[in-house]
Structure formats: C-alpha cells, structure tokens
C-alpha cells in the first residue's frame, strides 16, 4: 500500500515520541507479543485531535517513528497515509473513558491470550503480577471477536474500568499507560505473569497467592518512578542490542 511520512504538523515533538512508540512496539515484539501483522498502540494526540494509531499491515519488530496515522475519535484520517487498523475503535473508546491514559495497546501475546481463555482471575503469585494489585485485570467475555465499532470499544473500556489491562477472552490482551513507558511494561508483566501463572496451574504444586493488601504495598515499594525508568532503559538497552545484531528494525 503507498505510504508516506505522517505529517506532524502542530507540533515537532509529536515525532519524538511517536519514535519512542515505535520502539515500544519492537520491545513487545521482543517479549513476546507479535502475531504477524496484528497489535498495535497508539498515542494521544496533546492537541486533542485524536490519536496517533500504528498503521497496518506491519508487523510490532518493523514500526519506526514513520508508521503512525493520526485519526480522530471518530476514526477519521486526519494525517498520514496507510491502513487504519480495523480496531481503532478500542483505542479511541478507552482513550475517551480514561482522560488521564495517553498510550493503549492491544496484541496477541501467547500466555495472556491462553490465560484469558479460561475463567481464573490473574493473581500476584510473582513480582511482575504485582504491577496489577491496586485494581486487578478484568476479562471482557462480551464477545470473542475483533473490536470494529463504537460500541464494542465501549464495553470493553467499561470493563477495564480503571485497570492498567485487561483479558479478551479468547482474543488477546489490551493495557495502557499514563506514558510510553507504563504501557509497555503493562504489556510485558502481563505476559510474564499470565505465563507463571499457567506453570503453577500445570505444575500439580499447591499455591497461594499473597494477600491483596500486601501485594498493594508491594507495588509501591518496587515500583515507583524511578523504577519504571530503569526498567523502560534497560528494555530499550536490549532492543538496541538485538537489532545490533540484527542490522536494526526488521527489514518490510
């Protein structure tokens, strides 16, 4: 499909971060969440025009800086040239309930998705669980299907409510952050515990998770802000490395 440059034309700091987000998107390639071309985050547009969407037809380990549309809430194309991803509507129904969320994402990583197939609630058994302890992941069971209208993108940011994330029974996973960084770690720490959760259910070993008012307080000390830098840096420092040897962002 022809493409060219996405024009940032309110603001040239708008590019920045839309090269943060496309790292993003190669970060949780990296950790686990590509499904061919499917998955996709998008970035509040600071002028309240919209939002910046991946285009499609990429796949998460080929979007660069370049690889957005901006659209408005009501799916137009007001920037940018490419496909508009068929599920705009779950990043702009989540974005229009949450004032305070500046990035959504949505993808296919392999243990959430299984994990979200069945009815278990996501408990902090590990650390990375415990980025959820103040408010849980819900799951959306409305419907299996692909998120296309309005109205399916409300009901699923009705059941994230105030969540970072949120199971799509048999579909995937959505999340969000109030900036680049947290949703990308919501993402991964989904993933993480979604797949030790699923060990200790296969192991046949008794377990119990902590309790939630510990699990709370657990999630403050571990992450504050100057965590999630760290761990921001140090999922960049790797990106770096493996595109390093890789010769950068996967080749189209």
Known sequence: MPHSDALYSQDDSIATVLEQVARAHRILEMEGHGDMSMGHLSYRDPHGRGLWLKRGNLGLEEVTGRDFILIDFDGRVLEGQ????LEWPLHAEIMLARPEVAVVGHSHPFYSTVFGATGAELGPYINHAVWFAHHGVPRFAETS?????????????????????????????????????????????????????????????????PGAEESVEK???????????????YFNRKLDAQEARQGGPQPR
Request: hydrophobic residues 45%.
């Open 145 to 209: 299907h692909i998120i296309t209208t309005p109205q399916l993108g409300k009901a699923l940011a009705r059941t994230l409510g105030p969540a970072e994330a949120v199971l799509m029974a048999n579909h995937g996973v959505s999340f969000v952050g109030r900036d680049v960084r947290e949703a990308t770690l919501a993402g991964i720490f989904l993933e993480k515990a979604a797949r030790a959760q699923l060990a200790l259910a296969s192991s046949g070993l008794a377990h119990h998770p």
């Open 82 to 85: 490419g496909l508009r991803h």
């Open 219 to 233: 999630y403050d000390v571990i992450y504050p802000d100057r965590a999630k830098n760290n761990f921001w840096m």
